[in-house]
């Protein structure tokens, strides 16, 4: 990517200095980026699980990467093509910052789970570089810098994980060029509960099978839809949001991808699941529910369809994460 060609526009010129760590250490939050209608443009923050980026100052320059746990191995040490290494490296090139970072990343999320994992390792790694260095820049000022972590994991510099790792909470991505983001109140009792299956689906693979034209119809339903989760969330009407929870677009063409998908769709909407779908390009599946009880539940019931298809699965069930990444030492 391509940083926006207007970046000027909300880069402010000013920075209040903090004191300077030698080290750092940053949590940052899985997404579910779509929330079904919404492609690349809706996201969400979850509590768990989520990534860690430790962070030291060295004598030399740019960014190493030391260390990365949780992988069994799969991710390079080359900064260069590590979302987090390549996200701060883009911070410290595009201010001008003369200094040298050694990372350790602790995964601690699956790889290729629809869970945003990439995009927490991004959002970990420039929170960390700026905080480390003393600097205040805010969310939308670092998010340019954590698209490009996106742009290297798939080609594309999409913003809905990015976004809410970033921000917290549920996210709107109104524009890319100019990049303006929304955050979009929700429900204070709101829970979703993810399911993860163990199969892996790439988002380059889960992108490159989309249309690249749609029927004005469909677009239609899918703006619809759109507006009228925006509403809901605002307005609480768990009604209006169990309404808008539908794709017409992309769900019908990435569900081939996963086994067991629509079962347990109808299992979670029989257990009194709101509605939900896809979780950013997959496998994951994500439910909203009106309480905690109701995300069990609905988590049970897709578990269940996943032992009968003898698939292994981890679920999560969290509130949406108000906070974005968090310095833990
Ligand atoms: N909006 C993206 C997609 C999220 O669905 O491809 C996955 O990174």
Redesign the pocket.
């Known amino acids: 990517m391509p940083f926006p060609k207007k970046l000027s526009t909300f880069v402010s010129p000013v920075y209040i200095l903090l004191p300077m760590p030698e080290s750092i250490k940053v949590y940052a939050p899985a997404t579910v980026?779509?929330v079904t209608c919404g492609?690349?443009v809706l996201g969400f923050a979850v509590n768990n699980p989520g990534d860690e980026v430790e962070l030291k100052l060295t004598s030399k320059p740019g960014v190493t990467i030391k260390r990365i746990t949780g992988d069994n191995g799969r991710l390079s040490l080359d900064p260069q093509k590590n979302t987090a290494g390549i996200s701060i490296f883009k911070y410290l090139q595009h201010y001008g910052i003369d200094k040298g970072v050694e990372m350790t990343l602790h995964k601690k999320m699956p790889l290729g789970s629809?869970l945003?994992s990439s995009a927490a390792s991004s959002a970990a790694g420039v929170f960390a570089i700026s905080r480390l260095l003393g600097r205040t820049e805010t969310a939308i000022e670092l998010l340019p810098f954590a698209m490009e972590g996106?742009f290297i994991a798939?080609g594309?510099a999409?913003a809905?994980?990015v976004g809410p790792a970033l921000f917290g909470g549920f996210v709107l991505i109104r524009s890319y060029d100019p990049l303006d983001v929304v955050k979009i109140p929700t429900p204070e009792n709101l829970f979703t509960t993810i399911l993860h299956p163990q199969i892996e689906v790439e988002?380059k693979d889960?992108?490159n099978i989309l249309p690249r034209f749609i029927p004005l119809k469909d677009a239609i339903v899918q703006w619809g839809n759109v507006g009228g989760l925006i509403a809901g969330l605002m307005l609480k009407d768990l009604g209006l949001i169990s309404r808008s929870l539908q794709d017409v677009i992309?769900e019908p063409k990435r569900a081939i991808l996963l086994p067991g998908f629509y079962e347990a769709k109808h299992e979670a909407l029989q257990a009194g699941a709101l509605g939900g779908g896809i979780s950013?390009?997959g496998p994951s599946i994500f439910q909203l529910s009106k309480d905690e009880s109701t995300a069990i539940k609905v988590g049970e019931a897709m578990e269940a369809v996943y032992k009968d298809l003898g698939i292994g699965c981890e679920v999560y069930i969290s509130r949406v994460n108000t906070d974005g990444p968090v310095i833990l030492g």
């Open positions: 980026a779509n492609f690349d629809g945003g996106e798939c594309s999409h809905d994980n988002t889960a992108r992309i950013g390009s």
